[in-house]
């Protein structure tokens, strides 16, 4: 079966891992700081810190904003479940949004139509490593603040800056899915000091980062070096050294990957563009570049495709499941554009691991199904 995704891990990475276990300390250490800084350094904020995924950094975020009962915030609907649990963990109601038929980004005017007093912030998506309309959702969406789930585009960049450094908080995964991997793992981003220091407390079950405890107590001279104290309360989002020394690693691979992906993408292009009954995604806007996490294709055969694509051994989906349409998040209202491609999209295989020779047979396959229907 050629494979949706698939990651690059070798011997570099294992001995990265080795050197960790070697040292006897596995948790928050120096692999974890220098991780921070270096991914900081890619993606151009020293404003970085690692967490365990990024629904940590999402959940995270929701708690630094101040966003619960009471407050809304809009969401594209064609997004990772974990957004929308995120706002309703946090007390608050997604509201969800329609998206480009083409880029499956928000539609930026959404914003306007669906904002009310109540409204707080706009949690965007760049959908497959296309960054979404920027200067557009910032019209609209004046005096809010605005989260970037930067988790497809990881570095993905809007008139020459990174993606997940264009709003208040960027929210990144290094999951074994995405394109930088580490099993887990995760970073949250931010524009500014005083939300690095709500960032530094959410992370680490709400401890006041500035007030020292355990060693740093005692080398200070206190008496009981053993107090606690809480800045707030909070779930605990850290990550650890054998997570950040995989990714170190990984980082120096980067961008060699997504120039692979990139490769795959133009052949899909070529390939897949001049058939009459499926229509291939855009290309990403004007001044921005995208990581290439996903390629998606749409056809009113969607279904059929889907089952012959798999059958001759091409795993493919659709990601992700229009988040209106589950009930726990109590949304009533059509999205007929995200409710279209529910119908109509499909993602297939693109990863640094393909072969030109996989891309012809992704290719053929297809053409081969249009020529049986
Ligand atoms: C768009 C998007 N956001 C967030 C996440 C959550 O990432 P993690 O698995 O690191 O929590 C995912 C994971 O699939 C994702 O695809």
């Known amino acids: 079966m050629i494979q949706l995704f698939s990651s690059t891990l070798g011997e570099e990475e294992l001995a990265a891992v080795k050197r960790v276990f070697e040292s006897r300390f596995l948790g928050y250490g120096n692999e974890s700081k220098s991780f921070e800084k270096e991914f900081g350094a890619k993606i151009g904020s020293n404003r970085v810190l690692a967490t365990n995924c990024c629904t940590a950094a999402l959940y995270m975020s929701m708690k630094m ?26 007390g608050a109601r997604p509201v969800f949004a329609d998206v480009e038929l083409d880029t499956l980004n928000i539609i930026p005017s959404e914003i306007s139509r669906l904002r009310t007093r109540n409204t707080r912030a706009v949690l965007l998506l760049h959908y497959g490593g296309h960054p979404c309309n920027l200067d557009e959702v910032r019209e609209h969406a004046r005096g809010l603040r605005i989260i970037e789930d930067s988790a497809c585009s990881v570095v993905s960049t809007y008139q020459g800056k990174n993606c997940g450094t264009l709003g208040d908080i960027g929210c990144f995964s290094f999951d074994s899915m995405k394109i930088l991997v580490m099993g887990d793992g995760g970073a949250i981003v931010v524009k500014d000091d005083e939300l690095l220091e709500k960032a530094k407390q959410y992370r680490y079950l709400g401890m006041a980062p500035k007030l020292s405890s355990g060693t740093d107590s005692l080398a200070e001279g206190k008496d009981r070096w053993w107090e606690i104290q809480l800045a707030t309360t909070s779930n605990r989002y850290t990550t650890n050294d054998i997570l950040c020394s995989i990714g170190r690693v990984q980082l120096r691979k980067l961008d060699s990957f997504v120039r692979r992906r990139k490769a795959i993408w133009r052949a899909y292009q070529a390939g897949l563009s001049t058939i009459p009954w499926l229509t291939c995604p855009p290309e990403p806007l004007p001044q921005t570049e995208s990581s290439y996490y996903l390629y998606w294709l749409r056809t009113d055969k969607r279904d059929q495709l889907a089952k012959y694509l798999v059958d001759n051994g091409i795993y493919c989906t659709f990601r992700y499941y229009p988040l209106h349409l589950i009930p726990q998040y109590g949304w009533k209202e059509k999205l007929p554009n995200a409710e279209q491609l529910d119908r109509t999209a499909l993602n297939i295989p693109v990863h640094q691991n393909l072969t030109d020779n996989d891309a012809d047979r992704v290719i053929e396959t297809i053409k081969a199904f249009g020529r049986r229907t």
Do not use: R, T, Y
């Not at 904003?65 to 946090?90: H, K, Q, T």
């Open 65 to 90: 904003l101040g966003i619960g009962p009471g407050d809304e915030v809009i969401i594209p609907s064609i997004n990772f479940v974990g957004c929308g649990n995120a706002i309703m963990d946090a």
